[in-house]
């Protein structure tokens, strides 16, 4: 066999190795957590009575095949649709781990939200429909950070601890 055909034939194995690796990352990445709520369906409207239009309590949340290895879950609430940008409405963390955290209960540790408290903001979009990302981390330890961080700082911390993650988007339009 010439040198040629079997530079080629190495080259095609190597190749078919990183890609079978790469499908397999991302495979992982995509994880088989899921977030769900009994209150609204993904992508489907929250209910006014969990918006600044009702009560505006924090919505029930079920978090299923969440990794045997984890310690603690964290929590992040947020709407990119803001005038302002990115506007944070929750986030908690060292949320021991549990498949249902119930409508208006403090799970875990409390971060700062961006109107600088630490409670969980309601939707209430100034005009037009807003997407609410509500998502799950399940991490390997408990960060042990100061209750009050920002979104930032969490997800810093986060990084290399995040076994899984999964997320449900919930649409607020105002009455």
């Known amino acids: 066999m010439p040198k040629r055909s079997l530079v080629y034939i190495?080259?095609?194995?190597?190749?078919?190795?990183?890609?079978q690796q790469q499908a397999s990352a991302l495979e992982k990445e995509a994880g088989k957590m899921k977030l769900l709520s009994p209150d609204f369906e993904h992508n489907n409207?929250?209910?006014?009575?969990?918006t600044c239009d009702g009560d505006g309590?924090?919505?029930?949340?079920?978090?299923?095949?969440?990794?045997?290895?984890?310690k603690v879950l964290a929590l992040i609430v947020d709407d990119p649709d803001?005038?302002?940008g990115t506007y944070v409405h929750w986030v908690v963390y060292d949320i021991p781990v549990v498949t249902k955290i119930e409508e208006n209960i403090v799970p875990g540790k409390l971060g700062v939200n961006?109107?600088?408290?630490?409670?969980?903001?309601?939707?209430?979009?100034?005009?037009?429909?807003?997407?609410?990302f509500f998502?799950?981390?399940?991490?390997?330890?408990?960060?042990?950070?100061?209750?009050?961080?920002?979104k930032g700082a969490l997800e810093k911390a986060m990084q290399g601890h995040i076994l899984d993650k999964a997320e449900l988007i919930g649409l607020c339009k105002r009455r």
Do not use: N, Q, W
């Open 10 to 19: 190495l080259l095609m194995g190597v190749c078919l190795i990183f890609r």
């Open 45 to 50: 409207y929250i209910p006014s009575k969990m």
């Open 57 to 70: 309590f924090s919505p029930a949340l079920i978090i299923e095949d969440i990794p045997k290895e984890a």
């Open 82 to 84: 803001a005038p302002i």
């Open 114 to 132: 961006t109107s600088g408290g630490r409670d969980y903001v309601s939707p209430c979009p100034p005009s037009g429909t807003h997407r609410y």
């Open 135 to 150: 998502k799950a981390y399940a991490l390997d330890k408990a960060l042990d950070l100061k209750e009050g961080v920002g």
